[in-house]
């Protein structure tokens, strides 16, 4: 099947700025998939859509929409809409007519155009709202027409640009079930920035991970959380547990002992940091099976705590719900499924591993990132 | 899948601005002294007009009389006489034509300085602004010897210079409509399919329509109330309004006649302005019933 929207070799530079905003990104996806470009600030994502979208033109690389090639093609004719995180609506047009306005730049007549958006309200709940002008509505009243606007405009290709950001929590999650709802109704393929990883989690069934202008992975939401491709990727998802080490036969060597790997992987033999999400490990009672730890510290994340342990001098992060009374110093046990554990390249280390230099490395900015995230 | 969505909380995307609340709303003496004051500017401005008025139908009005002793049509017939309805002709094309060409290239060198397409843009914009500054009998005595030399016919010599004049006031207001202008709106129109020129003509213009008036407006005013240009570089063939009130002016017996003209003159740039206060402002988006038609 052709892909949807292909990018390859994408690079893009700024005069003025140093380090280059894309460096030669590679990207598949699939038709009527939803795949978030997740990513600190900075890290390209934006500039990518833009360039998909054909409002930046790349420095090298091409975009293929529908395995056709958009060089020198111009926004208007490249079937996409764009949602922004400001919905940017026409402020001298209703609301009706700020939807019907794709139909009536292709031509469609008026009424025509008017009464198909009327229904493109009425998906995204609006129904009524049509002869209010665009001033009259609340944030996330907004943001909804811009996005009955986009579906309007029948994109092949739907971009959101940070489109939930401004939104407060609650309505945020309302947003995700509606584009859920749009997504089963209409069927776009949905390629969606955000900087936020549970955002990214909630609405999209792929991830591709960018940092200093560089795609680090490009995965199911499942592995980019369990199987992070490199120390960089694996701290811009959230992991908080790296225990250095060595693989062997299988097993991952540390002070925690040996660890069995999942048997999914041809782990290679080396050195290797081994992750653990905080979420996977499991707080026994000290006298329980397991792993012996003792808890160094405990911070309160909402509805769940996070936990750090010592077990065997190696600093360990947990997390837990509330329920068992837990405080510094009690002696715990701890439970690592296999399934949760995944071993990337020390980069310090990565040249001594066979076909290093295939595998993704850390960038320049990827360290200044970690350094903040460390901070 | 049905959803629920949050109550309408009709929080405005904007800061809600009232003018009258708090710490802007003067009370007691503040406010009287404001009251006061506005009536004194509307006086000041409306004051001078009532002896013009008096005078334009006062055939005889001599000192110490409070009114004129005698109500007539003299002024008019005089003013009639001495060519004011080819005059305000010529006036009212030259405004037209000052305002149809400065307007365009105000357009474009404010797009152009806002969107920082152009190197060395402080310098375009001390050029721009030249004109303000220096007095229109210098330029107009340096350039008129060119014109004549390239045998530019005075009508369009005028034309010419007077652009230049009102190119500072288009180009300057352009420049700030411009930059509250959001260019996020017109990618988005192309997005949604909108050619360059769909997004200029649907979105472009109709967000822009109130600063292009107010632009128009002033170019307009600089064509209408020329003197010292038209008579320099028209070379006193070309009688518009203003010439024609300073001739009257300058002759004796003609309170009357000068009267009428210069009160007739305030009335295109008035009728204008009205125009512009009714139909000048950015288009709302209309409210239509909720029928789809």
């Known amino acids: ?375 | 899948m049905a959803l629920t969505l949050p109550p309408d909380s009709r929080t405005p995307l904007s800061w809600p601005v009232r003018p009258g609340n708090g710490l802007r709303a003067s009370h007691g003496i503040a406010r009287t002294l404001r009251v006061l004051l506005a009536l004194a500017l509307a006086l000041w401005l409306v004051l001078p007009l009532v002896p013009l008025a008096l005078w334009a139908f006062a055939d005889r009005w001599s000192f110490p009389a409070v009114l004129p002793q005698a109500w007539g049509w003299g002024g008019v017939r005089a003013a009639l006489a001495q060519g004011a309805v080819p005059a305000f002709g010529r006036s009212l094309l030259l405004g037209l034509l000052v305002s149809a060409v400065a307007t365009p290239l105000g357009v474009l060198a404010a797009r152009a300085l806002a969107y920082r397409r152009v190197p060395l843009a402080p310098a375009v914009n001390v050029l721009l602004f030249a004109p303000l500054a220096l007095p229109a009998f210098v330029a107009a005595l340096g350039l008129n010897v060119l014109l004549l030399r390239v045998q530019v016919p005075p009508f369009a010599g005028v034309v010419l210079l007077l652009t230049v004049y009102a190119l500072p006031y288009t180009s300057y207001t352009m420049r700030v409509a411009y930059g509250a202008h959001d260019l996020a709106v017109e990618e988005e129109a192309r997005l949604l399919g909108a050619s360059a020129w769909q997004v200029m003509w649907r979105v472009q213009l109709p967000l822009l329509a109130p600063a292009l008036a107010r632009a128009a407006f002033l170019a307009f005013l600089v064509g209408w109330s020329d003197y010292v240009i038209t008579v320099l570089v028209g070379g006193g063939t070309i009688v518009t309004v203003p010439l024609l009130v300073a001739a009257a002016a300058a002759g004796t017996g003609n309170d009357a006649t000068v009267a009428l003209l210069s009160a007739a003159a305030l009335l295109p740039p008035l009728v204008l302005l009205l125009v512009l206060g009714l139909f000048g402002r950015r288009p709302r988006s209309h409210q239509t019933n909720g029928d789809v038609k």
């Not at chain 1, 395995?67 to 020198?72: H, I, K, L, R, T």
């Not at chain 1, 004719?77 to 292709?106: C, E, I, K, S, Y």
């Not at chain 1, 750090?308 to 499924?337: K, M, N, Q």
Request: glycine share 10%.
């Open chain 1, 1 to 375: 099947m052709i892909p949807a929207v292909r990018v390859e070799g994408l690079s893009k530079s700024f005069p003025g700025t140093g380090a280059p905003v894309l460096d030669d990104v590679n990207l598949t996806v699939e038709a009527r998939s939803c795949t978030a470009l997740l990513g600190p600030s900075g890290a390209g994502k934006s500039t990518l859509l833009r360039a998909i979208s054909g409002l930046e033109r790349p420095d090298a690389g091409r975009v293929l929409v529908g395995g056709q090639d958009m060089a020198g093609v111009g926004p208007e004719h490249r079937g996409m809409a764009m949602v922004q995180q400001r919905p940017l609506l026409f402020p001298h047009l209703n609301v009706l007519d700020n939807v019907a306005f794709a139909g009536t730049v292709r031509g469609v007549a008026k009424r025509a155009a008017r009464a198909d958006a009327a229904g493109f309200l009425e998906l995204v709940q609006l129904a009524g709202f049509g002869p209010r002008p665009v001033a009259a509505l609340s944030g996330g009243q907004a943001q909804r027409v811009a996005i009955a606007r986009a579906l309007a405009a029948r994109p092949a290709v739907l971009l959101l640009d940070e489109p939930f950001s401004a939104l407060d929590p609650e309505l945020r999650s309302v947003m995700h079930d509606l584009l859920a709802q749009l997504r089963r109704s209409v069927n776009p393929t949905v390629l969606m920035v955000t900087h936020d990883r549970s955002e990214a989690a909630a609405v999209a069934e792929k991830i591709a991970l960018f940092s200093g202008g560089r795609m680090l992975q490009h995965d199911s939401v499942e592995r980019m959380y369990s199987r992070p491709v490199s120390l960089e990727a694996s701290r811009l998802m959230g992991g908080a547990n790296e225990i250095p080490g060595t693989v062997r036969n299988g097993c991952h060597h540390s002070a925690l002992g040996a660890l069995r790997l999942p048997g999914d992987t041809t782990w290679p033999p080396g050195p290797g940091i081994l992750l653990v999400r905080q979420e996977s490990i499991e707080v026994g009672p000290g006298n329980g099976p397991g792993l012996h730890a003792t808890v160094s510290g405990l911070r309160v994340l909402g509805p769940r705590r996070l936990v750090s342990v010592d077990a065997a001098g190696v600093l360990l992060r947990a997390e837990i719900p509330w329920g068992r009374a837990l405080a510094a110093g009690d002696t715990v046990t701890l439970s690592i499924p296999t399934s949760a554990l995944a071993v990337v390249d020390d980069p310090d280390t990565a040249h001594t591993f066979p076909g290093a230099e295939k595998r993704p490395q850390i960038t320049v900015q990827g360290l200044a990132t970690l350094a903040s995230i460390d901070n």
